[in-house]
């Protein structure tokens, strides 16, 4: 499978606390997307980010990108009840999407 | 009101049976997609379709089948050969014009009787 990975499993925080999620990946990619489900939900996109570029920024989102390690980040800063839920990975090879197995986020208020 | 709209939301099969779950998007997208979600899983592809009257075979196809005889439409069968049916299926759509975000339909849950 080319499925990738994602670490932690599950992720406990306060809210107003910083919450950090870990992707790995397989194969070459032209980018790498974050979406994020709501329990029983369709996904949602988050942010992407292009194989050549290292950081990006979006609101209280923070990705990056090391193609080197095939890894990524993704930083919720000042988190909120509202950011509870599952948060998956995607990397596109140009026709398909491969998904990790996600991080669950629970925010305590 | 554009978007990805699924249904039923909810469907049982019961064996021995084939059942079909609707996807409609009038996004005016050319690409589609279906996959499975088990429970605490990612998603997995099913099939794709980049264009109408043409689709491939995703990681986990077996048991399944698709037609896309209209771009906005792109229904899924779950076919009496799926022997472990129950999941949560989502479709999703994208253009093919070098936009990269999918987009999803709120999913359907099936279940067997």
């Known amino acids: 499978s080319q499925q990738g990975e994602e670490d932690p499993q599950a992720l406990s925080i306060q809210e107003g606390e910083n919450a950090t999620m870990n992707c790995s990946y397989k194969?070459?990619?032209?980018?790498l997307q974050w979406y994020r489900q709501n329990s029983g939900r369709g996904l949602v996109h988050l942010i992407l980010?292009?194989?050549?570029?290292r950081e990006k920024h979006s609101g209280r989102l923070r990705v990056t990108l090391d193609t080197s390690k095939k890894s990524s980040s993704l930083l919720i800063t000042a988190s909120r009840a509202a950011d509870t839920a599952s948060y998956f990975c995607?990397?596109?090879?140009?026709?398909?999407?491969?998904f990790g197995t996600g991080t669950s986020l629970t925010v305590i208020p | 009101d554009g978007g990805i709209t699924q249904s039923p939301k909810y469907l049982f099969r019961k064996e021995g049976q084939n059942v079909t779950l609707s996807c409609e998007q009038n996004?005016?997208?050319?690409?589609m997609y279906w996959y499975r979600q088990d429970p605490g899983q990612g998603l997995r592809l099913i099939y794709y379709?980049?264009?109408?009257?043409?689709?491939q075979k995703g990681d986990i196809a077996e048991g399944y089948s698709v037609s896309r005889e209209k771009k906005e439409s792109f229904p899924l069968t779950v076919t009496s050969a799926q022997k472990n049916p129950t999941a949560f299926y989502l479709c999703?759509?994208?253009?093919?014009?070098?936009?990269?975000?999918?987009?999803f339909g709120p999913g359907t849950r099936l279940l067997v009787l």
């Open positions: 999703a759509s994208r253009e093919n014009d070098g936009q990269e975000t999918q987009y």
């Open positions: 194969t070459s990619i032209n980018n």
């Open positions: 980010i292009r194989s050549n570029e």
């Open positions: 995607a990397t596109d090879t140009g026709n398909q999407f491969y």
């Open positions: 996004l005016n997208h050319d690409a």
């Open positions: 379709s980049q264009i109408v009257n043409d689709f």
